[in-house]
């Protein structure tokens, strides 16, 4: 980069940030999960990665290709690689067991929000698709997993839901005619990007009238209407086919045990609400109408494991519902193991996770996001899916009252885009972990030192690296023998290694 653009670019960078300090609202239950600040950084300086391997003949047979990302570079090539015979004295291991595998991975992403893709759509077409090809191309980021909203969430510009008014349990005035504008158009060209791209949807509310308060904000669903509600999921479904974006997984409720007290659109559903609908009413819609969309219950905290576990004790419910979809806002990711150890058959998804938007350190989280990832991923999901994709400046569109981050900020004025901490830590794992791929097992002493490892279908072997404290040295121990590496501090480094020769 040449100096004065450098120069202008960190100009731009010091008024985002000032905006971001403008914002005071915060989601209250983030306030605990800190994440550490940088602004970005795109000029690239010397490769501060040495990986050293021995000569053993199998590993000599393997190309390694080596990115970082950390104070001073983003998601750089570190083309450096020497030969070495001996290990280092007090240097941390990382051992990878190769045949020791466990869940296969769908894949990453984040959500087209109403606001995100309104935001999408406001950019020039030239620059869409030049973002969408950094975001979806497989060449690219390659993300392959993403959420979209079954009527308003508090990331959009207004409130609707698809058939608003009087109660209308035959639903005579549905229609998705809100969604035509601009969040098709910009999911059938994420999908013309990516068409492996995989879609789930979320209700954050059901249409007013089928909720006990009569409004999409808080309040309860009423039992009475869930056989309406279940011909409203299969409608949404269906007219989005029709506009040429079939989608392959549902959520019963985005977060069913929470009602946001009435200040955002949501909805409380009790256990016995959610088994009821899926059991009764949204499963056999389903199967009456020849769908083939997955469900997927809870789509909330982690400290909800027990009644997941309950849910699919619940006769009946794992006819129609073999996934479960966790938030990463309350509790501990080790809890999920319960639900699989429980239910070895279920598939886990990490459906939603997101930085303060008002906080200072915001565009810094990559090494935050990054242990965050590994512990979600070594804790069985096979996805990994942030909120939403993109925001302004100051967290909008937004009606609710937290102006949570996404993976990029678009100024709304400038309609400059600026990468969060949240999106670098999160290419480090959808660039280079493939759909199908295995995760392998890997263990190290070092507790602070975050590490996954997976086999990808083609056979390369990716090992992803955190290390949020200060610089020190790594050893990545294989089956056929030893990669040594010097880690810089608040950094995450991703190795990939050619197939077996």
């Known amino acids: 980069m040449a100096a004065e653009n450098a120069v202008d670019h960190r100009s731009g960078e010091l008024t985002f940030l000032n905006k971001l300090r403008m914002t005071t609202t915060r ?59 001996s290990p280092t004295p007090f240097a941390d291991s990382i051992v990878i067991q190769e045949r020791t595998q466990f869940q296969t991975m769908l894949g990453f992403g984040a959500a087209f929000t109403d606001g995100s893709c309104l935001l999408f759509n406001q950019l020039s077409p030239a620059a869409r698709e030049e973002l969408f090809h950094r975001l979806f191309h497989r060449s690219e980021m390659g993300l392959n997993v993403c959420r979209t909203c079954i009527g308003s969430s508090d990331h959009s510009a207004s409130l609707y839901s698809f058939d608003e008014g009087a109660p209308d349990p035959d639903l005579t005035r549905f229609s998705i005619g809100h969604d035509r504008s601009y969040i098709l158009p910009i999911l059938r060209q994420a999908r013309s990007v990516n068409p492996d791209l995989f879609l789930f949807s979320s209700p954050w509310s059901p249409p007013g009238w089928m909720k006990d308060n009569g409004s999409m904000l808080g309040g309860c669903m009423r039992h009475t209407y869930m056989p309406a509600y279940a011909n409203y999921f299969v409608k949404f479904l269906q007219g989005y086919e029709s ?184 290419e480090h794992y959808a660039r280079f972990i493939q759909r199908g791929a295995v995760r392998l097992d890997s263990q ?7 590490h996954c490892a997976f086999q990808n279908p083609n056979g390369s072997l990716v090992v992803i690296i955190t290390n949020p404290g200060g610089p020190r040295v790594c050893e990545l121990r294989l089956q056929e023998g030893l990669t040594r590496i010097s880690l810089t501090g608040n950094s995450i480094v991703t190795l990939k290694y050619s197939g077996a020769a």
Request: glycine share 8%.
């Open 27 to 85: 989601r209250t239950f983030l306030k605990g999960a800190s994440v550490s600040a940088m602004a970005i950084a795109d000029a690239v300086s010397l490769p501060a990665v040495i990986c050293l391997r021995d000569s053993s003949p199998h590993l000599s047979g393997r190309s390694v290709q080596v990115w970082l990302t950390d104070d001073d570079q983003k998601m750089t090539p570190v083309p450096h690689l020497v030969s070495s015979e």
């Open 243 to 426: 506009e040429g974006v079939p989608i392959q997984a549902i959520t019963v409720q985005n977060e069913v045990d929470a009602d946001q007290q009435g200040l955002m659109p949501a909805c409380f559903w009790p256990q016995d609400y959610e088994t009821d609908f899926v059991t009764q009413h949204l499963g056999p819609a389903f199967e009456r109408s020849g769908l083939k969309t997955q469900i997927w219950i809870i789509d909330h905290n982690y400290n909800l494991w027990g009644r997941a576990i309950a849910e699919f004790e619940t006769p009946g419910l794992l006819k129609y519902a073999k996934s479960v979809a966790w938030h990463g806002y309350s509790g501990s990711p080790e809890w999920m193991m319960r639900v699989q150890d429980a239910f070895p058959e279920v598939s886990m998804h990490w459906t939603e996770g997101s930085p303060d938007h008002d906080d200072p350190d915001y565009l810094k989280c990559w090494a935050l996001w990054s242990q965050k990832f590994s512990q979600i991923l070594r804790n069985g999901c096979r996805s990994i899916t942030g909120w939403c994709l993109a925001t302004d400046e100051y967290g909008k569109p937004n009606i609710g009252p937290y102006p949570l981050g996404g993976l990029l900020t678009i100024d709304s004025k400038s309609k400059e885009i600026y990468h969060s901490g949240q999106f670098w830590a999160m």
């Open 444 to 450: 190290s002493p070092a507790k602070d030192l975050a």
